[in-house]
């Protein structure tokens, strides 16, 4: 286990870690996200001993690094897979930390297969892709068997099957109940391969929770609702949903979308109101979006050129027509804020749908209820 109790470093008036606190166990793989700058590879460096905290500690089976007796056999890390001796064979590199450490060559050669070098082993370091030189850290982390081990970026520079062989890798070392903690910016990677997260911003933790708690937590889930095209269909089921305390947005492809109502309930007020439902379905944010939310605030570098690139503002609620007037306000749900743009091909300027969004349905256009997104 990793444990990091008021871990702090400061770079003269920056402080780059702040106060941190926390555990990384075994048996899981547990990701380690923040955005740039926010303090990841100095926290990774603090654990192995390459910089010294201000303040705190951080330790690694109860011990710190450099008093672990030889450490390379409980941790191994990935932190810069450029800090190889280009001059070098991936053979010999690999060699000389065994060497180091007392480790048989037999595993050289083990590792150089486990991570699909054996072929170039004898080729100088100098002349390998990104790619390969990735694959060489971590051949050099899995070196002594460690039970721990940290990578900084891992897939970074790997082509799509070397991003499944990461993946699955660091699945595998967990499953064995080793402790995995990797930082990524992947988040679409993070969600496949992680269990549990810990999210920094400007060197301060910001959450510490499993991937589905975390994402739970950052999004706003809602329902998609789409009724028939008569408007008294539509009107009639808003007036139901906000009548029970529901929040009903118009979505620009024509769909409503509901929150602080569950689906049952949804669909029961559909049914008293005598509204047939095309679709019900839930929205679940993607780690991307809860990562997003959760960050907005801490982000030290934005692009002027538009600072919520890729996000869109919700559309406001969706207006009853007055003769529906009198009913409850709708609570303050957790929706306000940015949310992903609609699917490719939809515009999202798009105006607030028409009441007849489909103009000649047909019943066989119709769509599944209770549809998974
Ligand atoms: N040796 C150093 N001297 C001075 N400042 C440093 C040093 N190392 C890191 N910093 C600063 O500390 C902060 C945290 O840097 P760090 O590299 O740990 O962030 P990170 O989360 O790993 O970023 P990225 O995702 O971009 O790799 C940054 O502002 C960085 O400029």
Do not use: C
């Not at 439902?277 to 991307?288: K, N, V």
């Amino acid at each position: 286990m990793i444990e990091a109790v008021g871990l702090t470093k400061r770079y003269g008036a920056k402080t780059a870690v702040d106060n941190l606190s926390f555990q990384v166990r075994p048996g899981a793989v547990t990701g380690f996200l923040g955005p740039n700058g926010s303090g990841k590879s100095t926290t990774m460096r603090m654990i192995v001993g390459l910089d010294r905290p201000t303040a705190g500690r951080v330790t690694v089976g109860g011990h710190p690094f450099r008093s672990l007796p030889n450490a390379p056999r409980q941790v191994g890390a990935l932190l810069d897979a450029k800090a190889v001796h280009g001059g070098r064979s991936a053979r010999n590199h690999l060699l000389s930390l065994a060497q180091l450490a007392g480790i048989p060559t037999a595993r050289v050669d083990e590792v150089l297969g486990v991570v699909g070098l054996q072929d170039v082993a004898k080729r100088r370091s100098s002349g390998f892709s990104l790619g390969m030189g990735q694959r060489l850290g971590i051949a050099a982390a899995l070196l002594g068997d460690p039970r721990v081990l940290l990578f900084d970026e891992p897939v970074n520079g790997l082509d799509p099957e070397g991003i499944h062989w990461v993946r699955n890798l660091m699945k595998q070392l967990a499953s064995e109940g080793r402790t995995v903690f990797v930082s990524s910016h992947l988040m679409s990677e993070m969600a496949l391969t992680a269990d549990h997260l810990i999210v920094i911003g400007r060197g301060q933790l910001l959450s510490d929770m499993s991937v589905k708690d975390f994402i739970s937590a950052n999004s706003a889930d809602f329902a998609r609702v789409r009724v028939p095209p008569e408007p008294e269909q539509r009107e009639k089921l808003t007036a139901a949903l906000i009548e029970a305390g529901g929040r009903v947005m118009p979505e620009p492809d024509g769909a409503l979308r509901v929150t602080g109502l569950p689906l049952p309930r949804i669909s029961d007020l559909a049914h008293g109101a005598g509204v047939r439902l095309w679709q019900l379905s839930p929205h679940q944010a993607s780690l991307e979006e809860a990562y997003m939310r959760m960050t907005q605030g801490a982000v030290d570098y934005r692009s002027t050129a538009d600072a919520k690139e890729g996000l869109v503002p919700p559309p406001p609620p969706y207006e009853l027509p007055p003769d529906t007037g009198g009913l409850a306000q709708p609570p303050e749900l957790p929706q306000r804020g940015w949310y992903a743009p609609p699917p490719p091909g939809r515009s999202p300027a798009a105006p607030a749908p028409s009441p007849h969004p489909h103009p000649h349905p047909h019943p066989t256009e119709r769509e599944t209820s209770e549809e998974s997104r």
